[in-house]
Nanobody
């Protein structure tokens, strides 16, 4: 079994910064891509940022230049540095990882429970 645990959300004023993290634990042989998604009230869940196992990154247009995704492979942890936050960034942020549990096992999508980010004055 694999668990993804997020932390680091919270309330921040417009223009502020937050750095949520997501740690994967359990039966892990390897992790391929890791992603952050977000879901605002009454909206669909959308991908925000992706980082591959070789640390290639991609971002949604709405966060380019403001958010930075990174990972620590030794800790099976992914981070999302969020700067210049705007009220429209308010959402529950979920981490996602493609995890292989054994060398012969296929990659499965694993999800965290989500962490709430609220940007408001």
């Amino acid at each position: 079994q694999v668990q993804l645990v997020e932390s680091g959300g919270g309330l921040v004023q417009p223009g502020g910064s937050l750095r949520p993290s997501c740690a994967a634990s359990g039966s892990i042989f390897s992790i391929n891509a890791m992603r952050w998604y977000r879901q605002a009230p009454e909206k669909q869940r959308d991908v925000v940022a992706t980082i591959t196992s070789s640390s290639t990154t991609t971002y949604a247009d709405s966060v380019k230049g403001r958010f930075t995704i990174s990972r620590d492979n030794a800790k099976n942890t992914v981070y999302l540095q969020m700067n210049s936050l705007k009220p429209e960034d308010t959402a529950v942020y979920y981490c996602n990882a493609e995890v292989r549990r054994t060398p012969s096992y296929r990659y499965l999508q694993e999800w965290g429970q989500g962490t709430l980010v609220t940007v408001s004055s």
